[in-house]
């Protein structure tokens, strides 16, 4: 898949072949010197292939390992990859490579857009989420005491390399997780995807043999609109926020223990499907088409969450506009409409969806 972004162009492969890799790698960047930055798992699975074949091929390899999991996507990380890389002698001219998920993803942009004023990298990610999601779109970030994502800047990798066989010791819980952002890529954006996933998912998971064409899908959705949208100015690129205000507000009152990203998105979702019924923006064929590839995904869909705490939490959203809150509805399977909604009617659908209403 190619990105054409107006600043710059790259490639994501989806390829098991090494081989590719290295084609792809040699169009991409010019060195011999590569900084890998990875986590502990990661770095217990699958660094030694990955560096191993690195390795053969010629180039110098060195290694920065940070913390697994949300705890890692931090300024101590950042501060430890700065000081790391330049030990190692990395310059401005090497090439930093992001293996891992999308935690390594997002620390290790935001490294190589400020180390030395900016390096290239790559993207390797390792998670379905990663593969699907947050490897492309050049987003960046580490979250800070105040919040998630506070601190962080566009900026676009010089490729993307996606071998789906790293998918083999990931979790079911975490594959599932990517499995949320994937659905919300046929709700919003394409009817037949709906149908090829519908046909596709088993009790909340896909065989292996089908993620490679999972993925080149949502990698082309997701690229197509950071064309249109690079940095969320014109609005298109908000698409990509279809279940997200609610999913935010959710894992804020849970404080980031209960639910995992794509486990809150699940049920922000079907909340937002829900309002664009009561709006009557959708069909009931709709509303039970939504509901039941979220079923198939075997996601939990319900939260007992105070519904006046997730309303004032959801008006803290950056789209809401003095108090009111805008939503990305759903019309029909693969179209949406953006659009603000009166805060008595989020309400009334917040209650009957944590059954205060009853
Ligand atoms: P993650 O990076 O924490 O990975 C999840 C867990 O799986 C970690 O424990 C990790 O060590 C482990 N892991 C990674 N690869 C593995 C493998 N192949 N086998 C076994 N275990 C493996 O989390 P994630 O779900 O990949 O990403 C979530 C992060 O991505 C969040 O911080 C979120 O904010 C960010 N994100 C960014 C964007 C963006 O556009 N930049 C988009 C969505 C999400
Ligand atoms: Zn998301």
């Known amino acids: 898949i190619n990105v054409n972004l107006k600043t710059k162009k790259y490639d994501i492969v989806i390829s098991q072949s090494e081989n590719d890799f290295f084609t792809a790698l040699e169009k991409a960047v010019k060195t011999n010197t590569f900084f890998v930055i990875t986590d502990k798992n990661v770095e217990k699975l699958h660094l030694k292939y990955f560096t191993h074949?690195?390795?053969?091929?010629?180039?110098?390899?060195?290694?920065?390992?940070?913390?697994?999991?949300?705890?890692?996507?931090?300024?101590?990380?950042?501060?430890?990859?700065?000081?790391?890389?330049?030990?190692?002698?990395?310059?401005?001219?090497?090439?930093?490579?992001?293996?891992?998920?999308?935690?390594?993803?997002?620390?290790?942009?935001?490294?190589?857009?400020?180390?030395?004023?900016?390096?290239?990298?790559?993207?390797?990610?390792?998670?379905?989420?990663?593969?699907t999601d947050s490897s492309v779109g050049g987003k960046t970030a580490v979250n800070i005491k105040g919040g998630k994502n506070i601190a962080g800047v566009f900026y676009q990798p010089d490729l993307v390399w996606i071998n789906s066989t790293f998918l083999s010791t990931l979790t079911e819980r975490h594959i599932k997780n990517g499995l949320a952002e994937i659905i919300k890529y046929a709700f919003t954006f394409d009817k037949k995807f709906y149908g090829y996933l519908?046909?596709?998912?088993?009790?909340?998971?896909?065989?292996?043999?089908?993620?490679?064409?999972?993925?080149?899908?949502?990698?082309?959705?997701?690229?197509?609109?950071?064309?249109?949208?690079?940095?969320?100015?014109?609005?298109?690129?908000?698409?990509?926020?279809?279940?997200?205000?609610?999913?935010?507000?959710?894992?804020?009152?849970?404080?980031?223990?209960?639910?995992?990203?794509?486990?809150?998105?699940?049920?922000?979702?079907?909340?937002?499907?829900?309002l664009s019924l009561e709006l009557r923006i959708c069909k009931p064929e709709t509303y039970k088409g939504v509901e039941n590839l979220l079923q198939k995904a075997d996601f939990t869909l319900s939260t007992k969450n105070n519904a006046r705490q997730m309303l004032s939490l959801m008006k803290k959203d950056k789209k809401s506009i003095d108090g009111n809150i805008k939503f990305i509805l759903i019309k029909d399977i693969g179209k949406t409409v953006s659009t603000y909604v009166k805060n008595n009617v989020v309400l009334n659908v917040l209650k009957n969806f944590t059954g205060e209403n009853k």
């Open 53 to 131: 074949f690195l390795k053969q091929k010629g180039f110098n390899v060195k290694i920065a390992v940070i913390n697994a999991g949300e705890i890692g996507k931090s300024i101590k990380s950042l501060s430890f990859l700065y000081d790391k890389a330049l030990e190692a002698g990395i310059d401005r001219k090497n090439c930093a490579i992001a293996f891992g998920g999308g935690v390594v993803g997002d620390v290790a942009g935001f490294f190589a857009a400020t180390y030395m004023r900016g390096i290239n990298y790559i993207q390797v990610p390792t998670t379905l989420l990663a593969m």
């Open 198 to 274: 519908s046909d596709t998912l088993k009790n909340g998971t896909v065989s292996p043999k089908d993620f490679d064409y999972i993925i080149y899908q949502s990698c082309s959705y997701k690229a197509r609109v950071v064309e249109k949208d690079e940095k969320e100015i014109t609005g298109l690129r908000a698409v990509l926020n279809f279940g997200h205000t609610f999913a935010h507000a959710l894992e804020t009152a849970t404080k980031y223990k209960k639910f995992l990203h794509g486990e809150a998105v699940a049920i922000g979702m079907l909340f937002a499907i829900k």
